[in-house]
């Protein structure tokens, strides 16, 4: 493999020269910039990133621990952080927990500083004691509360679930049905929370279905289960849009119309939720604002080595109104 | 931090005990593998993964580079090859290229051994030249066809292809258009020859409406343009699952029944296609299979330094025949 000792040879350039090129700064005279990169093209040469990284001092990586990249919120969330990251020069490995405590754990546990410089978690499941004392800076994402001092990025859960809830209880639906109640998640602990707040401002019955999981095959499960009851919802609000998506699916095989038998409105604002038959209604968190910002708390923490006390970040939301609520 | 001896010590076992708990051996007593694991718990200890890997030889990681994580199918597929990945010790960087050659070229070079293991890029624009001399193990997966001495996983598109428009032609459609075209997406080339080799062997007329991207909003734009054309389709082919969801809703606002009046189908069978209203027809890649096949073969490279010619695996596929191209 080439070396940048080549490449000034076949440049006739100094080391120096073509490590300042290589290394992206500016004063080089343009002239030999362009001699340099014709060698750098015609040797081949690679820059040994390992080398370079552990000069500066960090390994050039962060973690990001998703519960499952195959639900498209934490698909355009990774998407979004991975384009940040690059901002900052980083390249970004992802771990799946699919949520469960133990593989949570076991992945915190296992950063370090020989691995990443830090880490973005999603937790759904740990508890404090099982990351009390990470080994590189790491930023908290969600809804999954804990009281450890550490930087926490995420929307106001019980503010966005009410909104959404008060939506349907303006639209005059009188009982309005929730899934995704799971009780170990965070983001169902909170969500359920503002749920129950406008159901009880409103003096209205609480109808709460369980999910195990919050894919398609969960919201229609539930969904069934709801309208299986003698007395059926007019309206249901479920914690994320492909639970949403499934209700919807079920109601519409039931012979039911959305939303004027039953309004059904979703959380995330997935790319989909635009485009479904009918378009969904649904809490639009600001993904990009929220990938920012976790990146720019890990790169002052690890790299820029400031010292602040715990951020906890609030995000913006939006609540889309869409066809699934307002025909 | 704690040390290998500082669990010992406290477990009253060998070094060479605490190791062979941690390495996960299987000869230990059970008495003492639970004093060990109770000593782990209560020192912190950590393995140093990197001392570990550099022990083996190995750096512990993987790259797996994809235009974009927010496409559901490269959300599917990155979660698949990560679980696959994991069972090898594996964990997955992921970088994302938008289907731009540069950043496709820069990243594919900036891949060595300093830094990962080894490889698997879903190349959408890179040309050869590009990519002749990776420095470690890389899989090409899908459908950028690339005649480089490298692994290859991929399905047969053009077959796919055209087994999604022979199920129209079957269907009795005669003016079947195809949504996705573009000039340099090796995606698209292949699954249009596919079509145009059905649309021959049928004698119709080609209908080709390009996507700049694929996702809905390009579907929604293409089938508008098809829509305001003098001739309405009455078939519509569409590359991926987001494109044929656009062009779902599209049908629907210009009071169009999908599939009486239009029959629409897919490619992907992303989660959402068996519960979109009406679902969607579309094709299935075995993306388990496909996932497993390119990590294993990174391993035999990279890891057994097994050596044998080049492979390209084919991976079998399905049309999921559903509601939007059957009533």
New interface residues.
């Given amino acids: ?1 080439a070396t940048l000792k080549d490449v000034a040879v076949l440049a006739g350039v100094s080391v120096k020269t073509v490590s300042n090129v290589v290394n992206g700064y500016e004063f080089v005279k343009p002239e030999n910039r362009r001699r340099v990169e014709d060698a750098l093209n015609a040797t ?1 040469y ?6 370079r990284n552990l000069r500066r001092g960090r390994t ?2 962060i ?1 990001l621990v998703v519960p ?5 919120y ?3 969330l ?2 979004g952080i ?2 940040a990251a690059a901002e900052h020069d980083w ?6 927990t699919q949520g469960d405590r133990a593989r949570e754990r076991k992945v915190i ?2 950063l ?1 500083p ?2 990443v410089d830090g880490a973005i978690v999603s937790p759904q499941a740990v508890v404090p004691d099982d990351i009390a ?1 990470p ?1 590189v800076p790491v930023v908290l994402l969600g809804e999954h509360p804990l009281p450890l001092p550490l930087d926490h990025v995420g929307i106001d859960n019980v503010t966005a679930a009410r909104t959404a809830v008060h939506h349907l209880i303006d639209l005059g639906r009188t009982r309005i049905a929730v899934i995704g109640q799971h009780p170990t998640r965070g983001t169902a602990t909170q969500r359920l929370a503002g749920y129950r707040q406008a159901i009880a401002e409103a003096g209205l019955t609480e109808i709460v279905a369980p999910a195990l999981r919050y ?2 095959s969960d919201g ?1 499960l539930a969904m069934t289960e709801l309208l299986d009851r003698p007395e059926r919802p007019d309206a249901v609000f479920c914690f994320n849009d ?1 639970l949403a ?2 209700a ?2 079920v109601a ?1 095989d039931r012979g039911l119309r959305v939303p004027d038998d039953i309004a059904i409105a979703g959380f995330d604002n997935t ?2 939720s ?4 009918p ?1 969904l209604t649904t809490i639009a968190p600001d993904k990009a604002a929220l990938a920012r910002a976790a990146v720019d708390l890990v790169h002052r923490r690890a790299i820029d080595k400031e010292d602040f006390p715990p951020q906890d970040v609030s995000i913006p939301f939006a609540l889309e109104v869409r066809e699934s609520t307002t025909p």
Avoid: C, K, W
């Fill in positions: 493999m081949g690679r820059p040994n990133l390992g080398a050039g990586f973690a499952e990249l195959s639900i498209p934490f698909g355009e990774a998407g991975i384009a390249s970004v490995l992802i771990e799946q546990t296992d370090g020989h691995m004392t080994g894919h398609h229609a492909m998506l499934g919807v699916r519409h790319e989909h635009a485009y479904s038959v378009s």
